[in-house]
C-alpha cells in the first residue's frame, strides 16, 4: 500500500512559476514509475508528466515540455513537478500516481496508487 500526498499548489500570476511535491508513504517508493495528471473544471483527466522508477526516464505531454521538469527523490519519498512560464490553461487540480509498470506511463490506467489533488490556478 502506497498514500500519496500532494503539496505546493496556489495561485500564482501567468508566467509565474510553482513547484509541486508528492510525498509517498512506504519502503519501496523506489520500485514505483510515478507520475502527475491534471483535470480541469469540465474536462477529463489529463497526463502531464511521468518519471520511471528502472531507467529513470522522463516523459511530457507536448503542452507542457520545455516549461515543467518532473524529478525523484527516492531518499525523500517524493516527486516534483516543477512548473515554469505557467499560462492559464495550466489551471487545474493536479494529481501524482505511483504504478508497477516502467513503460506506459501516459494512461492512467497503469497507476494503482493516487493522491488526493492540489489546486494550481494561473490567473491573468
Known amino acids: 500500500q502506497v498514500q500519496l500526498v500532494e503539496s505546493g499548489g496556489g495561485l500564482v500570476q501567468a508566467g509565474g512559476s510553482l513547484r509541486l511535491s508528492c510525498a509517498a508513504s512506504?519502503?519501496?517508493?523506489?520500485?514505483?514509475?510515478m507520475g502527475w495528471f491534471r483535470q480541469a473544471p469540465g474536462k477529463e483527466r489529463e497526463f502531464v508528466a511521468a518519471?520511471?522508477?528502472?531507467?529513470?526516464?522522463?516523459y511530457y505531454t507536448d503542452s507542457v515540455k520545455g516549461r515543467f521538469t518532473i524529478s525523484r527523490d527516492n531518499a525523500k519519498n517524493t516527486v516534483y513537478l516543477q512548473m515554469n512560464s505557467l499560462k492559464p490553461e495550466d489551471t487545474a487540480v493536479y494529481y501524482c500516481?505511483?504504478?508497477?509498470?516502467?513503460?506506459?506511463?501516459?494512461?492512467?490506467?497503469?497507476?494503482?496508487?493516487w493522491g488526493q489533488g492540489t489546486q494550481v490556478t494561473v490567473s491573468l
Open positions: 518519471i520511471s522508477w528502472k531507467n529513470i526516464s522522463v
Open positions: 512506504g519502503r519501496t517508493f523506489e520500485r514505483y514509475s
Open positions: 500516481a505511483a504504478g508497477a509498470p516502467e513503460y506506459g506511463l501516459a494512461y492512467a490506467r497503469v497507476y494503482d496508487y
